[in-house]
């Protein structure tokens, strides 16, 4: 037997607050560091984490849950593409990726005119 049955979709509350716009400058700004210390191996034991590392943690937590996204969804950092990557449920990493680009606009970053701008002639 066939079903009918459809899965609903809801409307997502997707608001991004000036909270979540702060939160998500910080993780980029923090970031970086992040990088530079998994090459340093900051978070193996028997160190510990970093400060910078500490708050990235902290900082990313606080805006997955105002964004009410799940651990087991992309991480936005890793939202950088339109396509999902190859693990990523599609819908799921598409709402990701929506939340991403909302908040790159919202500090500044915008992808398109990076494509869009082109050195002048010399
Ligand atoms: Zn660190």
């Given amino acids: 037997m066939t079903t009918n049955r459809h899965r609903i979709k809801r409307p997502r509350s997707t608001s991004i607050n000036p909270e979540c716009v702060g939160l998500w400058r910080r993780i980029t700004q923090l ?13 193996f034991p028997p ?3 970093c400060a910078d590392c500490t708050e990235l943690g902290e900082v990313e937590t ?9 651990t087991w969804q992309t991480d936005l950092v890793f939202a950088d593409d339109d ?7 599609p819908a799921e990493y598409a709402q ?3 939340l991403r680009v909302a908040l790159d606009k ?3 970053i915008n992808e398109d005119a990076d494509e869009a701008e ?3 002639a010399q």
């Fill in 83 to 89: 396509e999902p990557p190859p693990h990523a449920v």
């Fill in 96 to 98: 990701v990726r929506a």
């Fill in 106 to 108: 919202a500090i500044g």
């Fill in 62 to 70: 606080r805006l997955q849950h105002l964004l009410g996204l799940h």
């Fill in 118 to 120: 082109e050195l002048p």
């Fill in 47 to 49: 160190n510990e984490y």
């Fill in 31 to 43: 970031w970086p560091k992040r990088l530079a210390c998994q090459l340093k191996s900051c978070d």
